[in-house]
């Protein structure tokens, strides 16, 4: 659909002045946005003037047109001029210098919501304009459009110069509005920077919080499956002497039945062995389920070579065993009863199973090694065999030792498992006769004078 409201002959500056303005009092009538009928009146006069500037003379014709169901407002501008030779190349540059050769064709098309060209070697050049009518223009008739026509014709003289001055204070007025749309833009792109940082470092945060809570639940995991494996064992050795103890009482009960005294009082040693037995393990398991626990235990200063003849005098040592203590042992700042208890299951181990104990020797050392103290305890003992030094250090492997009724079994896990809470290691070495305990600490807890 296309109607034509009116033409007007490009002969002169003074046309294109008219141009401008009938294209701004059109698009004002059609309820065109205001920055939006400069854009388009300044688009219109742009183009006109290179029609006088290089033809001399042209026609421009507004019309209404329909477009896949969008109206418009079209300024069609012709000439009869050579045309344009270098069409398409003046279109292609992205940006031109102001006032150069074909910036009045760039500047016209970035304007307009819609542009064409076309123009053919001495058949001139043909430049449609289009603005986008919005949905409040009113109804345009023949008899409303009859009107206009007569209100353009009976408009006083035109003056070029105050209409001149008149579109440029209206495009000082487009410039300044672009201005502070620029600054609100610069505004909004520096506001959606800073949340787009604060969402980086929501996102670190939560990555952060993802991974700690699969570190904990991988740590769970383990301590259900360690509670379950402790469970079953625990179950299955406190049976043991429970047993032991109920076939002795019935043992007991029958001497008892046939007044036989004399086998009773032979019969009670075993039940008394049999609850010493108990009551070890129900004490190592409580050790056992405390250690490296103890978060509120406070530290102390703690002189190894004190601690250790403390350790010594509570074990109550054989007089054939011969102890030797490394001449300048560190101080350190740690909790006590944890390397007490650490020291005490290892050397009561080394005395409790030694074979020769009129040829007993146990040697204490420590080393400094950058981060770490290595704390070591020798024996001459009958040693540990290379496959099962791994598997001493949990609960109740004995290795090939006999089980004592004064053991556990759980002391060296019980070591195991507060070395490990301080995020030292501890191992064995043993080749033949004689067994090294190993066992690091943190040299962060050494006194201040004795650190490297």
């Known amino acids: ?16 002045v008219l141009a401008y303005k009938r294209a701004m009092q059109l698009a004002e009538r059609l309820s065109i946005a205001v920055g939006n009928q400069t854009k388009f009146a300044t688009a219109v ?73 076309e123009s053919e070697y001495e058949k001139g050049t043909r430049v449609t304009l289009r603005r986008k009518i919005p949905a409040t223009a009113p109804i345009l008739s023949k008899p409303i459009l009859d009107e206009w026509i007569r209100e353009f014709e009976q408009e006083a003289d035109i003056s070029p110069y105050a209409e001149i001055k008149k579109q440029n204070m209206k495009l000082l007025d487009l410039l300044e509005e672009l201005r502070l749309r620029n600054l609100e833009a610069d505004q909004q792109l520096q506001e959606i920077r800073r949340l787009n940082m604060q969402l980086q470092q929501s996102n670190h945060e939560i990555s952060d919080l993802l991974e700690e809570r699969e570190k904990k639940n991988n740590q769970l995991q383990k301590i259900n499956t360690d509670l379950d494996a402790f469970a079953h064992t625990v179950s299955h050795d406190l049976r043991a002497p429970l047993q032991n103890i109920n076939g002795i009482t019935t043992v007991l009960e029958a001497c008892l039945e046939a007044n036989d005294l004399a086998e009773a009082n032979n019969v009670f040693p075993l039940l008394r062995q049999q609850t010493y037995k108990m009551e070890r393990l129900i004490t190592g398991i409580l050790a056992y389920s405390l250690a490296g626990h103890h978060n509120n235990i406070p530290k102390h200063v703690v002189d190894v070579q004190v601690l250790l003849h403390q350790v010594i005098t509570s074990l109550s040592i054989p007089a054939s065993f011969t102890i030797k203590l490394q001449p300048e042992l560190p101080t350190l700042y740690t909790q006590e009863v944890y390397l007490y208890q650490v020291f005490s299951n290892i050397i009561g181990n080394a005395i409790k199973y030694h074979d020769q104990p009129e040829q007993a020797i146990i040697e204490i050392k420590c080393t400094l090694k950058t981060s770490w103290l290595e704390f070591s305890v020798q024996d001459n003992g009958p040693g540990v065999s290379k496959e099962l030094q791994q598997q001493i250090f949990d609960m109740y492997e004995m290795g090939d030792i006999i089980s004592r009724p004064d053991s556990s079994g759980l002391g060296l896990s019980i070591i195991k498992k507060i070395v490990m809470e301080k995020g030292g290691k501890v191992w064995v070495n043993s080749e033949g006769r004689g067994s090294k305990f190993n066992f690091t600490w943190p040299a962060a807890e050494l006194i201040a004078e004795q650190q490297p």
């Not at 300024?75 to 102001?98: E, F, K, M, Q, V």
């Open 1 to 16: 659909m296309q109607r034509t409201i009116l033409k007007i002959s490009i002969n002169n500056e003074l046309d294109v």
């Open 45 to 117: 006069s742009e183009i006109c003037r290179n029609v006088i500037e290089h033809v001399g003379n042209g026609n421009i014709q507004f019309n209404i047109v329909e477009d896949n169901g969008i109206k418009y407002l079209e300024a069609l501008i012709s000439d009869r001029g050579r045309g344009i030779g270098n069409i398409d190349y003046i279109l292609s540059r992205p940006h031109y210098n102001t006032g150069g050769k074909g910036s009045g064709i760039i500047n016209s098309k970035k304007l307009v919501d819609s542009f064409n060209i």
